[in-house]
């Protein structure tokens, strides 16, 4: 059967072929028709169009062209711009083509001043140049390219502030102002601008006239008079008003002669000439620079026509010629002449013209006259008479100034005023004492005989009553002599010598640097010590009274005893190192003396003058290695420094001191603090725990240490502290992650100022230099904050005795030169009632949180008891006797070494750096020590390095314990010494400066109680199960 031979014997659609076959048929897809699955048509899956615009794949347009799919077919038709050669529907053989709309005015719809630019698919008309359309961009049939006026802004055209800028359409140009021109003579151009002319250069571009000079000036001239002409209405000269001569002289505002000078006009100019009496330096005209002035005709003997018997005297314009004392005129008027020169007067001619005395004579001689005593009389001083020493009767006189001595007499001090006498029976002395230093008469005049050469002073009165002189005073006589006939004519008085008798204190002053040895006080007797009757035991008491606590005095008490003259006490003064920065202290040391029954002669004393005492504040700074370990240096640099080994942390060059520390690995990558060694004087102390994680102290030293130098622990036995007699000491503060872990950080006093070397910097307040080596070159930090290898390997030990860890001393010694004992002596008030703390070993009193060292022990060196030097006490159970290893904690130190790879975020565990990150800032700031430290001291605290610190810790070990553990502990160190060192967090609430404040020390607790406890007044309050002061043990 031919199914296809009808359509009803079919199923085929319309969009298909119907094509029979022996024994069927099929449907075929027309073309652009097809089934979903590509094949026959069947009822279920029918011919439908084909989408030949769907992928470029299926169709034939070119891409200047735009394909339009319809059932069964499709056609490309042209883009806008493009056009097929016979303007229809693009085929294989005529694709669409660029149409270049600027070949022809009727293709494109640019205005007459614009460019018409053809590009494939389009046009643009572009503004000739001068023209523009209103927004700036492409011309548009609403935006026409119009004539831009270049005229209107100094930033559209290129004339010069010289020319005047000419708009026409499309364009412009520059014509010259007047009084310029350009080179040519035309239009200005960039090349050649319009400058000034010069009318002056030339008589024939000027109208000055020959008494005017002619004054160029940009865009024109003008003529100014010269000097000594000008015209009529006194401005610059025109063709109607030229200049003419001024007569300078006709007013004395119209010239410059001085009042000393005579004005001369001529044509043109003037000029001074001096009057009489006058001249210039030069002798010539007046000048402003050197105008007429006085002649001193008294300069020289040439000038003037004085005698030698007068005195030249010089005026303004003349001078004149006075008499000199002893010489006149013979007209009497004094003033010399040609004609009457200046004479001799005889003064002793009349005695109205002389001033001698009844009992002179007078003499007279050329220019003056004398008056010599008469024979019996003589003058005070044995030479001429004068009005105010005239000749009287002779005296006797006192050849030499008397001598005051001291000595005893009967157990009471005795002055002895020993004088010049003369042997004559008539003579008689009169010797008066005096109290100084303002002269107060205490006893005298007495009088004594030619055979008397000694006058004394003593006391004789009792307890309570008032003696003759006091103490304390000067003390000196007055000798007058006299004839027994004449006594109402006494010699002059002689005075003696002014005996201080009392305490005499030297120095008055005394500058101590904080960093300086005692200085010496000295108190000298100038006067016998006696004691009275009945008692051989007295004594001189002088109490000293300090008016502020910023130095220390080795005495508060000094006692004189019976002796000679002489004696000496000296007071030792130190300045007290604080560590606090409280500036330069200016003070007073006291000294006062009480009353005595017995000496009785030191019941009465004038009050001893106060030692100004000026303390100068002296830098100090601390060092801290914590964590993995981080330092901050001693002028507050910070790096990371990740070997293994022994390494110098500091060493001093001023003096025998040094710290070692010893790092172990702590993990792979990163090394921490296990030990540390320090060095004053001979004193070695070590802290080891590097072999089995045991904390071990001990005295490598064998000589019985200085006074000064301590080791003690805390009652957890984690924290240690050695103490040096500088000041400067080590805190060791043990921590666990893993294995045990220190802190190390060190005080240093201000003597090693500009004198450290080692991993802790240079001490000099200059963080640029931190990074020195020990061949000096100086480091830059590495790539974050890590120290680079060669400088940490140039501090690195080897195992000598150079390294303290491998320290070897001799046989134990007891040669320890013991410190002395200073005071603080308050300032006296009623004798006994003073208060008196003389409990200072040393000079160093620095403050501290008292919370922070109850329960501290000491660790003893081994010999002091063979060494004779503990107390009692010390059987206490705060001191324990350290054991007398010998040398067998030292051993061989082979670590080993960390790889030096550090890991980076995220960690093994998985924490991210911006968990790390926000742990450790909300850890931080929101721990007990962080709030109280940022409360207290306010935002210039910065928690930043710590926080830096805590986020690298959690990145090397993978621990967000020990991170935030080791900064909170290198946080509590820094705040601890902030508001320890400076007073400003001292003050109360009325300004003064108490203690330190109290809400550090309340929430400064060991480790922040480790979590397992609550803070309470620096105490941890452990919860039920935990022990130990930072409750870190489980019962």
């Not at 030949?52 to 794949?57: G, I, R």
């Not at 293709?107 to 927004?135: L, P």
């Not at 008469?374 to 044995?382: A, C, D, Q, R, V």
């Not at 790879?901 to 991210?912: H, L, R």
Request: net charge negative; charged share 20%; with cysteine.
């Amino acid at each position: 059967i031919n199914e296809c031979a009808s359509n009803t014997t079919n199923n085929c659609s319309v969009n298909a072929i119907c094509k029979n076959f022996i024994g069927g048929f099929e449907c075929t897809c027309k073309n652009g028709f097809n089934t979903i699955n590509g094949g026959i048509e069947t009822l279920w899956d029918q011919c439908g169009d084909i989408n030949e615009c769907a992928s470029e794949t299926t169709n034939n347009c070119s891409v200047n062209a735009v394909c339009n799919n319809y059932i069964g077919w499709y056609n490309c038709t042209c883009k806008n711009g493009f056009k097929s050669s016979s303007g229809g529907i693009e085929t294989p053989s005529d694709q669409c083509q660029d149409i270049n709309e600027c070949a022809s005015e009727t293709t494109n719809n640019c205005s007459v001043n614009a460019i018409c630019n053809n590009f494939i698919g389009g046009y643009n008309c572009t503004c000739n140049n001068g023209f523009n359309t209103s927004n700036g961009v492409l011309e548009t049939i609403a935006d026409l390219c119009r004539d831009i006026n270049e005229c209107a802004s100094e930033t559209t055209n290129n004339c010069s502030v010289n020319a005047i800028c000419n708009n026409f359409i499309g364009g412009y140009n520059c014509t010259c102002k007047n009084g310029f021109n350009t080179s040519n003579g035309v239009l200005e151009t960039i090349a050649d601008l319009c400058r000034d002319i010069n009318e002056c250069a030339s008589n024939t571009t000027n109208n000055c006239s020959v008494n005017a000079i002619c004054k160029n000036f940009i865009g024109g001239f003008e003529c100014t008079c010269k000097n000594g002409f000008n015209t009529i209405n006194g401005g610059i000269e025109t063709l109607w008003d030229q200049c003419g001569d001024i007569n300078k002289c006709s007013s004395q505002t119209s010239n410059n002669c001085s009042v000393n000078a005579i004005c001369k006009n001529f044509i043109g100019g003037y000029n001074c000439t001096c009057k009489n009496g006058f001249s210039t330096s030069n002798g010539g005209i007046e000048t402003l620079s050197d105008q007429c002035a006085d002649i001193n005709e008294c300069a020289s003997e040439a000038t003037n026509n004085c005698s030698v018997n007068s005195i030249c005297n010089n005026f303004i314009g003349r001078y004149n010629c006075t008499c000199k004392n002893g010489f006149n005129t013979s007209n009497g008027i004094g003033i010399e002449t040609i004609s009457d020169l200046c004479e001799d007067i005889n003064e002793c001619a009349s005695e109205t013209t002389n001033n001698c005395s009844v009992n002179a004579m007078c003499n007279n001689y050329i220019g003056g006259y004398n008056c010599r005593c008469k024979t019996g009389f003589i003058t005070s001083n044995g030479r001429i008479e004068t009005l105010s020493d005239q000749c009287r009767e002779k005296i006797p006189e006192v050849e030499k100034d008397p001598v005051v001595t001291v000595g005893v007499k009967d157990k009471r001090l005795r002055f002895i005023c020993k004088f010049h006498t003369v042997k004559e029976s008539n003579v008689r002395y009169e010797v008066t004492w005096f109290q100084g230093p303002v002269e107060k008469q205490i006893k005298g005049p007495d009088t004594f005989t030619s055979d008397q050469n000694e006058a004394f002073l003593q006391n004789t009165n009792k307890y309570g009553k008032n003696g003759t002189f006091c103490m304390g005073y000067n003390i000196y006589c007055k000798v007058q002599s006299y004839y027994i006939e004449n006594k109402g004519i006494k010699s002059q008085p002689r005075k003696s010598n002014e005996f201080f008798a009392g305490l005499q204190v030297n120095p008055m002053l005394l500058v101590l640097s904080e960093k300086d040895s005692p200085s010496n006080i000295t108190i000298k007797s100038t006067v016998p010590i006696v004691c009275g009757d009945g008692t051989e035991n007295c004594r001189v008491l002088v109490e000293m009274g300090q008016t502020t606590a910023d130095h220390f005095v080795d005495y508060c008490t000094l006692q004189f005893k019976p002796g000679p003259a002489g004696q000496t006490k000296e007071v030792e003064v130190v300045a007290k190192r604080d560590f606090v920065d409280d500036g330069n202290q200016r003070m007073f040391l006291k000294m006062f003396i009480p009353d005595h029954i017995d000496p009785m002669d030191w019941n009465c004393h004038k009050r001893i003058a106060d030692v100004e005492i000026k303390t100068v504040d002296v830098k100090t700074a601390r060092c801290t290695s914590s964590g993995d370990p981080h330092f901050t240096t001693f002028d507050q640099f910070y790096y990371s420094h990740y070997y293994v080994g022994d390494y110098v942390l500091v060493q001093s060059t001023a003096r025998n001191f040094k710290v070692h520390a010893r790092t172990f690995a702590c993990s792979q990558s990163v090394s921490c603090n296990c030990g540390v060694a320090a060095q004053e004087g001979d004193d070695v102390i070590v802290i080891d725990m590097c072999r089995d994680n045991i904390p071990r102290a001990r005295f490598a030293s064998t000589v019985e240490p200085q006074s000064g130098t301590s080791l003690t622990r805390d009652n957890n036995g984690k924290t240690f502290l050695i103490s040096f007699p500088s000041g400067a000491f080590i805190k060791f503060t043990t921590q666990y992650w893993r294995n045990h872990f220190a802190n190390i950080e060190i005080q240093l006093p201000p003597d090693d100022f500009k004198k450290t070397q080692g991993l802790c910097g240079t001490f000099d307040n200059d963080q640029c230099n931190d990074m020195m080596a020990k061949d000096g070159k100086i480091y830059s930090i590495g790539r974050g904050w890590f120290a680079k290898q060669e400088f940490s390997e140039s501090w690195k030990l080897g195992a000598s005795e150079e390294n303290l860890f491998y320290f070897r001393g001799g046989p134990r010694k007891c040669t320890a030169t013991r410190a002395k004992t200073y005071c603080i002596c308050s300032e006296y008030c009623c004798g006994s009632q003073r208060k008196v703390n003389c409990d200072f070993e040393g000079y160093v009193d620095r403050p501290k949180y008292i919370n922070g060292i109850i329960g501290w022990k000491t660790l003893e060196f081994p010999g002091a008891k063979h060494c004779g030097r503990r107390k009692r006490r010390s059987l206490d159970n705060n001191v324990i006797v350290l054991p007398d290893d010998g040398n067998t904690e030292i051993y061989d130190y082979n670590p080993v070494q960390v790889s030096g790879n550090i890991t980076s975020f995220p960690t093994a565990s998985g924490i991210t750096e911006n968990q790390a990150i926000e742990v450790c800032k909300n850890r931080i700031r929101n721990s007990m020590a962080g709030k109280a430290c940022l409360d207290v001291i306010g935002p210039s605290f910065l928690t930043d390095s710590y926080e830096q610190q805590c986020v690298i810790d959690i990145q090397v070990t993978d621990s967000e314990k020990m991170g935030v553990e080791s900064a909170i502990n290198s946080l509590i160190s820094a705040c601890e010494e902030l508001t320890l060192r400076n007073l400003s967090f001292w003050r109360s609430a009325d300004g003064n400066i108490t203690s330190p404040p109290s809400k550090i020390a309340e929430n400064l607790c060991p480790n922040e109680c480790n979590g397992n406890g609550k803070c309470k007044n620096g105490t941890c309050i452990c919860n039920p199960t935990f022990i130990t002061s930072d409750c870190s043990m489980k019962e």
